[in-house]
């Protein structure tokens, strides 16, 4: 099982981008997905969560301005990023909860970083 995160990179203040987080592989269900970040300098933090039923959460610093859909057919999360300020700079992460096909239980998946940038 993979995870491909997609869609970082550069954009002005205030602008929108958004991230893909496909899941491939012999995948039996994916639980919950989230989106994680990394500033330089400071450690991993939680961005948002969606659970299979679709239930999300998020930080604090990214409500109003994230959302997390996910397409549970295309075994694909997103994380929409608007009013992007250059505070949301860093690497973001995505993460799942999948069980593989014959296993007893699920595991934890991450992604690739993918650089988001945010200029003032």
């Known amino acids: 099982v993979q995870l491909q995160a997609s869609g970082g990179g550069l954009v002005q203040s205030g602008g929108s981008l958004s991230l893909s987080c496909a899941a491939s592989g012999s995948i039996y269900s994916i639980n919950a997905m989230a989106w994680y970040r990394q500033a330089p300098d400071k450690p991993r933090e939680l961005v948002a969560t969606?659970?299979?039923?679709?239930?999300?959460n998020y930080a604090d610093s990214v409500k109003g301005r994230f959302t997390i859909p996910r397409d549970n057919a295309k075994n694909t999360g997103y994380l929409q990023m608007n009013d992007l300020k250059p505070e949301d700079t860093a690497v973001y992460y995505c993460?799942?909860?999948?069980?593989?096909?014959?296993?007893?239980?699920?595991?934890?998946?991450w992604g690739q970083g993918t650089q988001v940038t945010v200029s003032s």
């Open positions: 969606i659970t299979s039923e679709g239930s999300t």
């Open positions: 993460n799942a909860d999948i069980r593989r096909k014959y296993a007893y239980r699920s595991a934890d998946y």
